[in-house]
């Protein structure tokens, strides 16, 4: 980042070929395509580089990778607010001036997202060329302390970003017209052990039982033979 070519850029009122490689990056952050288009026009007549993106994850993942030289990003943007998008910005690192941008129902949050985040400005709703020039002063000024950071953990706490649990593998959904499957029950192995032994006991009697029969009709046999039975 360059604050020499960012300074001696950003005065520049007029529609000029820009520069790619010396001309400031501003990150616009907003979801609402009106205000995206002000802002575009208004910065595209000051001859930034201008990159957009329209929620709060995204937007910290861009200033991590661009490291622009002003971030204006609205406070209502889904899935990281603007002001948590901001603090995450800041304790980033760098030097980047942020400037927030909300309705005015939104007044008394801007001023307050402004203090916490160390904004150097913030923009009302809807935004204008004239809007931007009565701050432009603020903006070039001294980036202020982000006292908000003392409390980022308790504004965004740890377990809203931890990965679920890992609970294994879910149960396919039933085919079309077919009942859904049912889960396969674990494995018994004592309940098998005492099933195989019950069925053991059947089969010696059975072989006793023979060995009996056998026995005594030899016994018989014999008798029969030595004529002690006629």
């Not at 060329?129 to 001294?142: F, R, T």
């Not at 006292?147 to 706490?157: H, I, M, N, R, V």
Request: charged share 25%; net charge negative; with cysteine.
């Amino acid at each position: 980042m360059c604050n020499g070519v960012f300074r001696g850029t950003i005065h520049m009122a007029y529609v000029t070929e820009t520069d790619e490689e010396t001309a400031p990056t501003v990150l616009i952050v907003d979801n609402n395509p009106m205000s995206l288009m002000r802002l575009r026009e208004v910065f595209k007549i000051r001859d930034f580089n201008i990159e957009e993106c329209q929620d709060g994850d995204q937007a910290v993942d861009e200033y991590i990778r661009l490291d622009p030289e002003l971030v204006v990003i609205a406070l209502d943007i889904p899935s990281l607010d603007g002001h948590l998008a901001a603090l995450e910005m800041r304790e980033h690192g760098g030097e980047s001036r942020i400037v927030f941008i909300a309705s005015r129902r939104h007044t008394q949050l801007a001023e307050d997202a402004s203090h916490s985040a160390g904004a150097v400005a913030w923009l009302e709703k809807p935004i204008t060329a004239a809007s931007v020039e009565n701050v432009w002063d603020k903006i070039l000024g001294p980036i202020p302390e982000a006292p908000g950071l003392e409390d980022l953990d308790t504004l965004y706490p740890e377990d809203r970003i931890k990965p679920l649990a890992d609970e294994g593998l879910m149960p396919l959904p039933p085919l079309p017209g077919m009942p859904a499957l049912l889960p396969i029950p674990e494995a018994q192995p004592a309940v098998v052990a005492e099933l195989e032994v019950s069925e053991e006991k059947p089969k010696r009697r059975v072989f006793k039982f023979l060995l009996f029969l056998t026995i005594f009709g030899a016994a018989g046999y014999v008798i029969y033979s030595q004529g002690y039975i006629s």
